[in-house]
């Protein structure tokens, strides 16, 4: 089982930025994928990135490419998505998950099911 926990969320008007992070505990920090998801109300969760820890590969869904940038620190077991030029519609509450043992899989990656630990979310608001 992987712990993780979420902070960095709040409220910044469109145009501007947040850095969220995810702390993870309890499985070595390596052998992981790991992603960012949001979910808005009303609507489905949605697969922002994710990146293997292994070796740093990256995927980023269409909606937030360009100006979200998921990254790592191995040594403090940390996830980080810097998202910038926010907009109204990125509002959601945003989670960080786990796939321990495994790599992020192209066409995969974004699917709830291949994530085995989440977090208990955080909120991001934009306003206009």
């Known amino acids: 089982q992987v712990q993780l926990m979420e902070s960095g969320g709040g409220s910044v008007q469109a145009g501007g930025s947040l850095r969220l992070s995810c702390v993870a505990s309890?499985?070595?920090?390596?052998?992981?994928?790991m992603g960012w998801f949001r979910q808005a109300p009303g609507k489905s969760r949605e697969g922002v990135a994710s990146?293997?820890?292994?070796?740093?590969?990256?995927y980023y869904g269409d909606s937030v490419g360009g100006r979200f940038t998921i990254s790592r620190d191995n040594a403090r077991n940390a996830m980080y998505l810097q998202m910038n030029n926010l907009k109204p519609e990125d509002t959601a509450v945003y989670y960080c998950?786990?796939?321990?043992?495994?790599?992020?899989?192209?066409?995969?990656?974004?699917?709830?099911?291949?994530?085995?630990?989440w977090g208990q979310g955080t909120q991001v608001t934009v306003s206009s």
């Open positions: 998950a786990a796939n321990p043992g495994n790599t992020c899989r192209d066409r995969y990656w974004r699917r709830e099911s291949e994530y085995l630990n």
């Open positions: 990146t293997y820890i292994g070796d740093g590969t990256t």
């Open positions: 309890g499985y070595p920090y390596r052998h992981i994928c």
